[in-house]
């Protein structure tokens, strides 16, 4: 049998089933006479309420774990809302020549189309988890009782959720260890830990936590009680047993993250053609002309899940042989006159656009520091790691709220953390664009610590 790389296509899914989803939309209208005065008006409208509704109504957060009543729920609830607003066009816009009951005849036909292809694509992924072995999730389980009993069973006996049972530890049996669980869980790429909160001591469950942040795996539990719920978790049933995950991280939703890579593109493209297109000819004279060397700086960075990327900027120091070792400090020796302007105002920054572009990096997001230093700072800064749950920014929320340059104490970088990992879990388009509004705000005032 043909196995599958786990994950693989997994991200096209919910982009897709959109596009699909657009296409019967739009085309559907053109098989009824509806008597509409503007089409590309009409088209427009529907396209973008429609989008606004599922992202609203999170039409496409469809899970593995869904039950069939809750997906014909959400399509019940979305056709509800699309409704109104379809029939809103004649009043808002003022049609009414427009044939109410073509209109009906529409939306119904629409939705006859969109969930018989919601269920459609609902089985085939089953199917293809099931039978053909993709869009799996390896997974272990720590503790023994009837609940990791019931989970491990569902495990084996729902392929369709796409889960593959690797082994369970059991913490009442001697010579147990979480060491050697972490152990197992890193040599067997293990993607999800399960674990029962019941059996595992305060301390456990911490070293656990950290593990986890710190070694990007996805922690969840299974709670012994309903005290727990008055945490913000994750929850979610498998069957009719409550799994809590401990970090929920927007980005990981193909929704949110298409929007982000949206704008990306879209922001990183304005700078790159009106900027960059006339600035960097003029940098490149002046960076020439003070001293020798590439105009442009290339340092190898850690990006998303740890991967290391060229990281590019405008040079602003003399090249020297340990630029990848240690940060700019205030009245650095190497920095240019030149540098020293482009730093102050951070146009030393901007060719890192193209790596946006690239899609190394977005335009928000955990800045990137250097291999050497992530290497220091994974071993030294508690949950350091969760940073690289997300593609790295040019800039982000540390920046923004006073933590951006040299790092002078561990203060600076834990406060940087815990900024960051903030961001990660608090993800919005909104949060994206404010602080990309208030870094361009400082880059005019200045900053204290851009040097």
């Not at 189309?113 to 085939?124: A, G, N, P, Q, Y």
């Not at 082994?167 to 830990?193: A, M, P, T, W």
């Not at 102050?344 to 997001?365: A, H, W, Y």
Request: charged share 20%.
């Amino acid at each position: 049998m043909k196995t599958f790389k786990p994950n693989r296509y997994s991200g096209l899914i919910k982009p897709i089933s959109i596009i699909i989803d657009m296409i019967i939309l739009c085309s559907s209208v053109f098989l009824f006479e509806i008597n509409f005065q503007h089409r590309l008006l009409f088209l427009s409208y529907l396209s973008i309420l429609w989008l606004v509704i599922s992202f609203y109504n999170r039409f496409y957060e469809v899970q593995r774990s869904t039950k069939i009543v809750q997906l014909l729920t959400l399509i019940l609830k979305q056709t509800v809302l699309f409704a109104i607003v379809l029939y809103a066009f004649i009043g808002f816009f003022k049609q009414p020549n427009i044939s109410r009951i073509n209109l009906g005849n529409y939306l119904f036909f629409v939705f006859v189309l969109i969930t018989v292809f919601k269920f459609l694509t609902f089985f085939l992924l089953n199917k293809y988890r099931s039978i053909l072995g993709g869009n799996i999730r390896l997974v272990v389980v720590i503790g023994k009782n009837e609940k990791t009993r019931q989970l491990i069973k569902i495990f084996k006996t729902r392929p369709e959720f796409g889960y593959k049972f690797m082994s369970q530890f059991s913490v009442r049996e001697e010579g147990f260890s979480l060491s050697k669980c972490f152990d197992y869980i890193i040599d067997n790429d293990i993607n999800e830990i399960y674990f029962s909160v019941a059996e595992l001591s305060n301390k456990q469950i911490n070293e656990l936590i950290d593990f986890a942040d710190n070694n990007l795996r996805e922690l969840k539990f299974i709670p012994d009680n309903k005290e727990i719920f008055s945490k913000k978790l994750k929850y979610e049933y498998y069957d009719y047993i409550p799994v809590l995950s401990l970090r929920n991280i927007p980005l990981q939703e193909s929704l949110n993250k298409y929007v982000k890579r949206l704008f990306d593109i879209l922001f990183s493209l304005f700078i790159i053609v009106f900027i960059l297109s006339w600035l960097t000819p003029l940098l490149a004279i002046l960076i020439k002309i003070e001293s020798k060397g590439p105009v442009f700086f290339k340092q190898s960075r850690n990006g998303f899940n740890y991967k290391e990327f060229d990281c590019y900027k405008f040079r602003s120091m003399t090249p020297n042989k340990n630029a990848h070792l240690h940060q700019a400090t205030k009245g650095d020796a190497r920095v240019t006159k030149v540098g020293a302007f482009i730093r102050k105002t951070s146009i030393d920054e901007l060719p890192q656009f193209f790596n946006v572009l690239f899609g190394d990096m977005s335009v928000v997001g955990p800045r990137p520091h250097m291999v050497s230093h992530t290497n220091m700072y994974a071993r030294r800064i508690d949950k350091f790691m969760v940073r690289h749950f997300v593609k790295p920014g040019i800039t982000g929320l540390a920046q923004v709220s006073g933590f951006r340059g040299e790092i002078e104490t561990d203060k600076d970088i834990i406060n940087r953390v815990k900024y960051d990992i903030f961001y990660v879990e608090n993800w919005s388009l909104l949060l994206d664009i404010k602080i990309t509004v208030q870094t361009f705000i400082n880059a005019l005032k200045g900053e204290k610590k851009a040097y």
